[in-house]
């Protein structure tokens, strides 16, 4: 895989995520204190996502009910 291949995944795996959550581009970036262009610039490949933040992509892909939309049954 390249680089860019690989940064395409891993920011389709970040969308799946938010989505997961039933969160908005502004809604997660609001839970994360930071400015929701930051997660526009990671989920379109603009900029590579930090370590931490795909480490949660990662538990949540393991067990989805860790991080689960309150609104959306399993």
């Known amino acids: 895989m390249t ?3 690989i940064n ?3 920011s389709d795996r970040l ?3 938010r989505e997961a959550l ?3 581009m502004r809604g997660l970036a609001k839970k994360w ?3 929701h262009s930051t997660i526009s610039k990671w989920e379109n490949g603009k900029e590579p ?3 931490p933040v795909m480490e949660l992509v990662d538990l ?3 067990n989805p009910k860790l991080y689960k939309n309150p609104k959306k049954p399993l």
Do not use: R, W
């Open 8 to 10: 395409k995944k891993s």
């Open 15 to 17: 969308t799946k995520f």
């Open 22 to 24: 039933g969160l908005s």
């Open 60 to 62: 949540h892909e393991q």
């Open 33 to 35: 204190d930071m400015d």
């Open 49 to 51: 996502i930090p370590g």
């Open 3 to 5: 680089p860019s291949q």
